[in-house]
Nanobody, 113 residues
Framework: QVQLVDSGGGLVQPGASLTLSCVASGGVLSFYTMAWYRQVPGKPRDMVAT???????NVADSVKGRFTISKDNARNTVYLQMNSLKPEDTAVYYC???????WGQGTQVTVSS
């Protein structure tokens, strides 16, 4: 059973930065593509970014140039660096093993003045 623990969310003002972290149970990052999704109430989860087992990142067009995904295999941790945050980035952010139903518990990000 894979376990994912998300953290790092919070309440910030527009233009601020946050870094989300996802700690995965051992070895997962070396074998699987990892993803960050986000969800607002009443809407499906949208993929924000992915990073392959080899470290190749990809981010959605909606956040390109502002969000960066990275990982540290030694720490079993995936990161989502979010810069220039906008109110429309407000959502619950979830870590995921891409293509599988292994999810973190989610971390709330609220961007508001």
């Amino acid at each position: 059973q894979v376990q994912l623990v998300d953290s790092g969310g919070g309440l910030v003002q527009p233009g601020a930065s946050l870094t989300l972290s996802c700690v995965a149970s051992g070895g997962v990052l070396s074998f699987y593509t990892m993803a960050w999704y986000r969800q607002v109430p009443g809407k499906p989860r949208d993929m924000v970014a992915t990073i392959t087992s080899g470290g190749t990142p990809n981010v959605a067009d909606s956040v390109k140039g502002r969000f960066t995904i990275s990982k540290d295999n030694a720490r079993n941790t995936v990161y989502l660096q979010m810069n220039s945050l906008k109110p429309e980035d407000t959502a619950v952010y979830y870590c995921n093993v891409f293509g599988y139903t292994w999810w973190g518990q989610g971390t709330q990000v609220t961007v508001s003045s």
